[in-house]
């Protein structure tokens, strides 16, 4: 997934949960710190807007109040919805060590229900538990062979593989128990951008949170 395609999992991710104005992307970037740990930041989001708009995934529309200046309030079209399903799907794919796709796939979850997204889930496992298989057996070859600076790095490899395949059983066990996680978490940050200080936009806040800790 390239930098771009992050950048629009982010920002139709963030629409998911209710029309958002402009300026409330900032605040949930910086809440969900996904700024820091994504690297996405809120110019890069802005200029995402315009492109998003422009290929139909967005519809955006300026709103007055009173003498206010107009504010520009961005909604997701129905093909909006199924390219972010498609980038979520591609994110829970990923395989990779360290580029927090899969990650920022799951913290921002929204566009797929419980039930889709364990198979995904199931399926991570499996490859991720092959791989390290795989390793297994190239370290004894190496070690067999007495090539110690290959085994230290196909050791490091197997823990890296072996972290990602509990994380995602750790998913596994909290979608089993709560299947309505991404969709409360949604309700929250729809309150939340709007203004609603209730205990769902509190719980939201929390969930934020809590979400980026456990992936």
Known sequence: MSAGSKTDLVTLALIWPGSLHVYGFRT???MMELDQWAQV???TVYRAIGRLEAAGFLQVVE?????????RLCSLTD???EELRRLTRGALADREWGSGLFE?????CFALTAEEILPLLAERRRALAQVDEECAQKMNLHQAAGIESACIMLRYGRLCYQAMERAAREWEALLTTRPLYFAEMATGIQQLV????TDGAESAGA???ECHDEA
């Open 104 to 108: 920022l796939g799951m913290c921002l």
């Open 41 to 43: 930041s809120a110019p």
């Open 194 to 197: 709007q203004g609603g200080a």
């Open 79 to 81: 093909s909006g919805r």
């Open 28 to 30: 949930l970037l910086e």
């Open 207 to 209: 969930a934020l949170g």
């Open 63 to 71: 709103e007055r109040v009173g003498n206010a200046p107009p504010r």
